[in-house]
């Protein structure tokens, strides 16, 4: 069984950075009270940056064991190592070294510079998960592209269908760069919790098909993960504009 959408709009984008990273914290503490140590996949973009970035200032951050937070991706561009594209880069500019995580327990996907291929990426990170994850995500965020995109899953690009597999490589991007490494529809179903961070008026008609009960994630990628326990549209009034 999985949670059914639930919708928080927030007046700006700050608002909802900052809503969004003390639900954050929260989750975190929850998470290690039933587990030796939480386990997240983060997201890239402009919200998975600002989300990082109003953690540093959340009070009762402290109260979080840093060192027992493991951290993964939900997907990576296939670039080089500090490439200013790439999700991981992103994330550290906004602050991700300065909360007090482990560095051996930051998990980033292959690049061109450390790997033959981005199925080879994928295949290590995949074996990754496998050694150190757990049986279930205990919070995935993702952010969502004006198309309805998630992760690097695109509408209607075949990469959506892999089956039996944790990671898979996706080329012909339809957004740049073409090359990229997601986890897969399959994995995210591992999920206790699914937060979706969305702002921006260009994002209100991905919002609008996403939450709508008939949507197919074929067609709307977005509408596809869900929690077990919460699945959370945390978004901005322009974002939400579309909904009436």
């Not at 994928?122 to 952010?143: M, P």
């Not at 969502?144 to 959506?160: E, M, R, T």
């Not at 986890?183 to 919790?193: D, N």
């Amino acid at each position: 069984m999985t949670a059914e959408p639930r919708l928080v709009v927030h007046p700006d984008k700050q608002s909802l950075a900052d809503a969004a990273a003390a639900r954050f914290v929260t989750a975190l503490l929850d998470a290690q009270t039933r587990n030796p140590e939480a386990q997240v996949a983060l997201t890239g973009g402009s919200m998975g940056s600002a989300i990082i970035a109003s953690v540093l200032t959340t009070p009762g951050r402290s109260a979080v064991d840093w060192s027992r937070v493991r951290v993964w991706w939900g997907d990576e561009r296939y670039l080089p190592a500090g490439d200013p594209d790439r999700n991981d880069t992103q994330n550290d500019e906004a602050g991700l070294s300065a909360l007090g995580l482990d560095p051996a327990k930051v998990h980033r996907v292959a690049g061109p510079d450390a790997s033959e291929s981005a199925e080879a990426s994928a295949e290590a990170y995949a074996r990754t998960i496998r050694e150190h994850g757990q049986k279930a995500w205990d919070v995935v965020l993702f952010g969502v592209g004006p198309d309805g995109h998630v992760a690097s899953l695109f509408p209607h690009h075949p990469a959506q269908r892999v089956t039996d597999a944790i990671a898979v490589a996706v080329h012909d991007s339809p957004k740049p760069p073409p090359d990229r490494v997601s986890l897969t529809f399959e994995c995210f179903e591992r999920s206790h919790e699914v937060w979706f961070l969305v702002s921006g008026g260009d994002k209100a008609d991905a919002v609008k098909a996403a939450l709508d009960p008939a949507a197919d994630r074929w067609d709307v990628p977005a509408s596809g993960p869900a929690g077990t326990e919460a699945t959370l549209w945390l978004v901005d009034a322009d974002a939400a504009s579309a909904l009436g």
